[in-house]
């Protein structure tokens, strides 16, 4: 159960569409719960005595939050897209970049959408070596070096 929840997440990262319709005034919410039924997995640890920074911040290591089980039972870090039904439409790129942040040695967010085209803005917040390495679907794979606090990669 744990790799099919972590491939499907990883799957949805990166295929969203915006519901704001540039040919219409329009726009719509999907709302709702995402349930985890079963036993939750126990979290597992990533060691972090190769850096001395990450290893002052997370002594016991960091948690890979694969899945994580609130205590009402839905699912935090779960992306919900829109697969059917827009067809044919069009939607404007959003202006804003998606901030990806490596702070305290953990990627914030977990889990985001980007819409094709969409700035993406990596960021390293911690003062310590952090390396990006993104394996995306349909478009180049990169593995760049943030060795410096404040760094900004677009």
């Given at each position: 159960m744990k790799k099919s929840v972590s491939l499907l997440l990883t799957g949805v990262c990166f295929s969203i569409?915006?519901?704001?319709?540039?040919?219409?005034?329009?726009?719509?919410?999907v709302s709702g719960?995402?349930?985890?039924?079963?036993?939750?997995?126990?979290?597992?640890?990533?060691?972090?005595?190769?850096d001395p920074t990450c290893q002052?911040?997370?002594?016991?290591?960091?948690?890979?939050?694969?899945?994580?089980?609130n205590s009402n039972g839905t699912l935090k870090n779960v992306f919900v897209y829109v697969k059917q039904g827009l067809e044919g439409k069009t939607f404007e790129t959003p202006k804003q970049p998606v901030v990806l942040d490596q702070n305290g040695c953990q990627y914030q967010p977990h889990v985001f959408g980007i819409q094709t085209n969409q700035p993406l803005e990596i960021r390293n917040s911690d003062d310590t070596l952090h390396n990006v390495h993104a394996l995306p679907k349909n478009?180049?794979?990169?593995?760049?070096?943030?060795?410096?606090?404040?760094?900004?990669?677009t």
């Open positions: 569409s915006s519901v704001m319709l540039s040919e219409m005034a329009v726009a719509a919410t719960k995402v349930l985890f039924q079963g036993t939750a997995p126990a979290s597992q640890k990533i060691p972090t005595d190769a002052l911040a997370h002594p016991d290591g960091v948690s890979l939050d694969e899945v994580v089980v478009t180049k794979e990169f593995n760049l070096g943030m060795p410096i606090k404040g760094m900004k990669l």
